[in-house]
């Protein structure tokens, strides 16, 4: 059974502070997606990553997929209170069926 | 692109009641729609993949019979909980995944309330 062990579950820090989330699972995954989702609503995609050792940034988001494709990372530089919400790390499941296999999630709550 | 629906965001029903949630894919077509429930500050557990024109397959420990899914076209696929009671009370969320690629995109959920 693959699995995600998401870290940490809860993060509370002051605007301005750096953050760094961990996915990690001792199965290699074919791609991994990061969502962010905010209280009441869906989560919304954030990135896709496919290749090990790939880095992708969006602002001030900077995402790592592990050279190995088991692990990857979401480092925020300079939190925002816009940053506060539940953040999902996702890795499409091997059976090749289109299901995604979920981190236990990471609850941000940025201070102004 | 990729934007899926769900109808209603919201429900309150009585015990008993039986509860229909859609779900839709507003600009492409969706082979595999999935169907998640989500408790408060808590990941997303899914509940089962639905594929157009088959049947759901459903995760185990999911009752087939009180979770109800159709999904009759490539764009709808809907969700009925059956005989609902408060113990059901909880958040769905709908996804649906483009051919060949490996990514989901979420409806904006449904918060449900049985009474």
């Known amino acids: 059974t693959q699995l995600l062990e998401q870290s940490p579950q809860f993060l509370s820090i002051q605007e301005g502070e750096n953050l760094t989330v961990y996915c990690n699972s001792s199965s290699v995954f074919s791609s991994l997606q990061w969502y962010r989702q905010e209280p009441g609503e869906g989560p919304v995609l954030l990135v896709t990553?496919?290749?090990?050792?790939e880095v992708k940034k969006l602002k001030r988001l900077t995402f790592q997929f592990g050279d190995a494709r088991k692990d990857s990372s979401l480092h925020i530089t300079a939190a925002q209170p816009g940053d506060t919400g539940l953040y999902l790390c996702?890795?499409?499941?091997?059976?090749?069926?289109?299901?995604?296999?979920f981190g236990q999630g990471t609850t941000l709550q940025v201070k102004p | 692109g990729a934007v899926v629906s769900q109808h209603p965001s919201r429900v309150i029903c009585k015990s008993g009641t039986s509860v229909k949630i859609e779900c839709r894919s507003l600009d492409f077509q969706a082979t595999t729609m999935f169907w998640y429930r989500q408790f408060p500050k808590q990941s997303l557990m899914l509940m089962a993949t639905s594929n157009e024109g088959s049947k759901a397959t459903y995760e185990q420990g999911v009752e087939k019979d009180k979770f109800l899914i159709n999904h009759a076209s490539l764009t709808l696929s809907t969700l009925t909980v059956t005989s609902a009671h408060p113990e059901d009370s909880s958040f769905y969320i709908c996804?649906?995944?483009?051919?060949?690629?490996?990514?989901?995109?979420f409806g904006p959920g449904t918060r449900l309330l049985v009474l």
């Open positions: 990553v496919v290749t090990g050792g």
């Open positions: 996804s649906a995944d483009i051919a060949y690629q490996e990514t989901q995109y």
């Open positions: 996702a890795g499409a499941d091997s059976s090749n069926t289109g299901k995604l296999i």
